[in-house]
């Protein structure tokens, strides 16, 4: 998804206007709007409010669902401000992105695209309140100055506070290129600021999606067609209608676009348990239709045989023929992993309520602009007709970008003619997903006697993100496998295959998407390939990053090389352990971010502990230290989920697993004592929520061959026999 | 008509017996702090206290709480100064923030019980509560920081 992220280095546009009731109000557009209407109307992407009685706030467009999004960019805009900290809060903003821009939050991009607008806001703001001080005083500008919420007069120390300043300032002339602060005059970003949010959290008042109530709604559960392509084949309801309470029971049939329900039936009643306990009174029989075979332990097999056979060439550069013939050493592998399913702690959850002509929807989502389209084109609407409420998620991490789940309480609203809530189950969450790609990979590498790799061929096939848009493809497209050609890793001779993989179920993001698979496969070929020269992998990968002449690369192999060795010294890698003890490190860059880890396990039999973790981390400067190293501790834990248990299992076409004993997330017995290092960096920020997963995978196998001896190639490593 | 205390105030049971109290929380009086995330025991988002003691509200049918004591997030503390939250505060603990009050529940209800607990203790007695954003680490730390706090406070 890196496509999306927009060049930062257009301008940014800043209107001020007067609040009702008196105060400053700030409209800033991003870049990439800007460049989109220059000239014609302003459309501002965010929103700073100063109040009266000083508070700021900050209405965000992007979606907020526990990375700190809400924290970061406030943090940006009280700094430039010099605003005190404990007066600025963020509120989301509604889903409107003809007044907010894109929405959409995914590919780590929100930090990107919003920090340098959010900062020049900020200063645009004290430049304003400063211009108001000094017609009050009737004194130049020059002699005052802005600190801690507060303009002072210098000479005579006289203060105005920016309450009491704000419905002056609102009518000051705006400066369109402030001066920006320079990193040592930082107060807030890079600080370890407490969240605004987290003191509603610890008393249950910070409300989600699935909390929300509106007068005469109803609650709804559902059943969904098991098989991707399948149908309604009978229904008998006559049981679920007797239950007490039951209101309706709705059939919702396949929605044919990316982002619709797969069909299903859903029970309308009075409370959610109700309708929960009535569809599974429901007598159902689904029809398989074509993806009725899908058996993922076989589909793996074939994958794995996909890419250890020749396929269709992707990218090509140098002469890997000669390279393997000539080739002192080779090692080949192919690597594997099974389809996971995202499972936030809140299930998919909305209320929808569909009127004449328009339909009013409060839902957790990544993307409230897909529900305008989606529920627009579905009911024949426009999508500004379709206005999006968009609450806290609990989680999401890819899932609530796709608005199924709203779309089907949009069917069961039209059809009952009244709001309604729909949530979802566990079980219907862990079996309706847009899964993670199943994926196997084959790479074959040579190396000369000095333990240079001179040649690499790499096969990778999985279905991919893109037969969501086009389920006939058979194989994952190439710019899917973009990642092998733009590898920093120094390889000459190179070529890419992209293996046969047709969907048979929906694929979608999850966090980290295919940097999950492609940082297990070079993680763990670096090792195997060290292994073999005779060398530590630290010293290995620093010499395969130095064998990278490309001078296009030098940006990405200089910050590799530093956050690998800041987590190898971290981690005290080469140290001597107690037998049965290793320590693995791996390194990945993605989502312009990049990320070193260094795990150290103790292996007793079959029993793997992983007892540290030094992620080692360079995302450019950092906004928010404590948000950034809660964001590193959250994906080791999803990377450890991943690499040891996890998986979504298919048989017969339907979804085998069905809640968390099935599908065994860690917890908090299995948490190992995760230590983060940030690299002092001057460049922009890049996101934190996904590039901290994939180098974890290959950094514990690394970690368990080095403690044991035993190499895997295959996650999860422990899978659940169901 | 039978009745359950919730934080301290009564309510009639007038919905089905076999309703889980989870659900008569959520919809019936609208009190959403209690959280749904399995609804089979799994995971520890209902987590609510009956006569002091941490139990999973979604499988608690309400017929079997007729006439006891419940407290939910929303009645831990008067001013969410729990030694619990106030450390859970101090650890920045909430990511997402959706399991963190079956969380906090149960830590309460386990540390009323174990003065002094061990990191083992600690693990044990969490093990149930899922926390899909992956706070484990200072959930651990801001357990341990509430012992010393309580410790104190007798
Ligand atoms: S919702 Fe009760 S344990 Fe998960
Ligand atoms: S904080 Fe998000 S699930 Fe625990």
């Given at each position: 998804m890196e496509h999306a992220i927009q060049n930062p280095a257009r301008r940014t546009f800043i209107k001020a206007s007067a609040l009702v009731g008196g105060g400053l109000a700030l409209g800033v557009s991003l870049p990439s709007m800007a460049h989109q209407h220059l000239g014609s109307d302003f459309n501002p992407s965010a929103f700073i409010h100063l109040y009266k009685n000083g508070d700021v706030v900050l209405f965000c467009g992007r979606c907020e669902m526990g990375q700190g999004i809400s924290t970061a960019l406030p943090a940006a805009v009280a700094d430039e401000m010099e605003a005190d900290w404990s007066r600025v809060t963020v509120k989301q903003g509604e889903g409107n992105a003809e007044k907010y821009g894109p929405q959409a939050t995914g590919g780590s991009a929100s930090i990107v695209t919003m920090y340098e607008p959010m900062r020049q806001a900020g200063a645009t703001a004290k430049l304003m309140l400063i211009a108001a001080a000094a017609k009050v005083w009737r004194v130049s500008a020059e002699e005052c100055e802005a600190s801690n919420h507060v303009v002072i007069h210098t000479p005579s120390q006289k203060t105005l506070g920016y309450g009491e300043l704000a419905e002056l300032a609102a009518v000051q002339e705006v400066v369109e290129a402030p001066t920006l602060k320079d990193k040592s005059q930082f107060k807030y970003i890079g600080k370890a600021l407490p969240r605004h949010d987290q003191s509603m959290v610890v008393v249950g008042e910070?409300?989600?999606?699935?909390?929300t109530k509106v007068p005469g709604m109803r609650y709804a559960a559902i059943v969904h067609c098991p098989v991707l392509g399948g149908k309604l084949k009978s229904l008998d309801d006559t049981d679920a209608r007797a239950v007490a309470g039951v209101i309706d029971v709705v059939t919702i049939p396949r929605l044919d676009?990316?982002?619709?329900?797969v069909g299903g039936v859903a029970v309308v009643a009075d409370n959610s348990w109700t309708a929960q306990k009535a569809v599974k009174a429901l007598v159902v029989e689904w029809e398989s239709g074509p993806n009725g075979n899908y058996d993922t332990k076989a589909y793996r097999a074939q994958l794995i045989a996909n890419v250890e056979k020749p396929a269709e060439k992707v990218a090509e550069r140098g002469d890997l023929t000669a390279a393997f013939e000539t080739a002192e050493h080779k090692v080949s592998a192919t690597y594997t992993g099974g389809h996971l399913c995202h499972a936030p702690m809140e299930p998919n959850a909305s209320v929808v309520w569909v009127k004449d002509g328009s339909a009013e929807v409060w839902a957790s989502t990544q993307s409230p602009e897909d529900i305008q389209n989606v529920l627009g084109d579905y009911l024949g609407?426009?999508?500004?007709?379709?206005?999006?409420?968009?609450m806290m998620s609990g989680g999401a991490f890819g899932r609530k970008f796709k608005c199924d789940y709203v779309q089907e309480a949009a069917a069961i609203s039209k059809h009952i003619n009244a709001p309604v809530q729909l949530i979802w189950t566990r079980e219907e969450d862990m079996r309706t997903g847009y899964y993670h790609s199943i994926n196997a990979q084959h790479i074959e590498a040579s190396m000369d006697a000095d333990g240079n790799v001179t040649g690499w061929l790499h096969r990778a096939a999985f279905p991919s993100i893109s037969s969501l848009f086009n389920?006939?493809?058979e194989r994952a497209p190439a710019n899917s496998l973009g990642e092998i050609e733009n590898h920093p890793f120094g390889i000459a001779n190179l070529r890419s295959e992209t293996g046969e993989a047709p969907a048979h179920t929906r694929i979608g993001w999850y966090r980290a998407v295919y940097a999950i698979f492609y940082g297990f496969a070079y993680g763990s070929i670096a090792d195997e390939l060290a292994h073999k020269a005779g060398m530590d992998t630290v010293t290995f990968l620093h010499k395969l990053y130095d064998n990278n002449k490309n001078p296009e690369h030098k940006e990405q192999v200089a910050r590799s090389k530093a956050v690998l060795q800041l987590a190898a010294d971290k981690a005290g890698f080469g140290r001597k352990l107690p037998p049965g003890e290793g320590i693995g490190i791996a390194v990945h860059h993605s989502f312009r971010s990049y990320v070193a880890m260094a795990v150290h396990v103790r292996v007793t039999g079959d029993k793997i502990e992983v007892l540290n973790v030094d992620c080692a981390v360079d995302c450019g400067q950092v906004l928010n230290k404590d948000g950034a190293t809660a964001q590193q501790e959250g994906a080791v834990v999803m990377g450890m989920s991943l690499s040891l248990y996890t998986e979504i299992v298919f048989k017969n076409g339907a979804v085998v697993n069905s809640n968390f004993h099935d599908y065994p997330v860690l917890r908090i017995n299995e948490m190992p004592n995760v230590r983060v290092h940030f690299v002092d960096s001057d460049y922009p920020p890049t996101g934190l929520g996904e590039p901290g997963v994939a180098p974890f995978p290959a950094a514990l196998t690394n970690a368990i061959f080095a403690a044991s001896g035993t190499r895997h190639r295959d996650l999860p490593i422990k899978p659940m026999a169901i | 008509m039978s009745s359950v205390t919730i934080n301290g105030k009564e309510y009639p049971i007038d919905v089905a017996p076999d309703m889980p109290l989870l659900w008569f929380l959520r919809d019936r009086l609208e009190l959403t702090g209690t959280k749904f995330g399995?609804?089979?025991?799994?995971?520890?988002?209902c987590t609510v206290h009956i006569d002091g003691t941490a139990t999973r509200s979604c499988v608690m049918p309400i017929s079997a709480v007729a006439g006891r004591s419940i407290t939910t997030i929303e009645g831990l503390s008067e001013n969410g100064d729990h030694p619990v939250q106030k450390a859970w505060l101090k650890h920045q603990v909430p990511q997402c923030g959706y399991c963190q009050a079956g969380q906090i529940m149960n830590a309460a209800s386990f540390l009323a019980n174990n003065k002094q607990p061990s990191e083992q203790d600690i693990e044990a007695a969490m093990q149930g509560n899922i926390c899909r954003c992956g706070t484990y680490q200072r959930i651990k730390l801001a357990i341990a920081d509430a012992a010393d706090e309580l410790a104190k406070e007798v």
């Open positions: 910070r409300t989600y999606g699935v909390d676009v990316p982002f619709g329900s609407i426009e999508p500004k007709d379709v206005y999006v409420h968009v389920p006939a493809l | 399995c609804g089979s025991g799994l995971c520890g988002a």
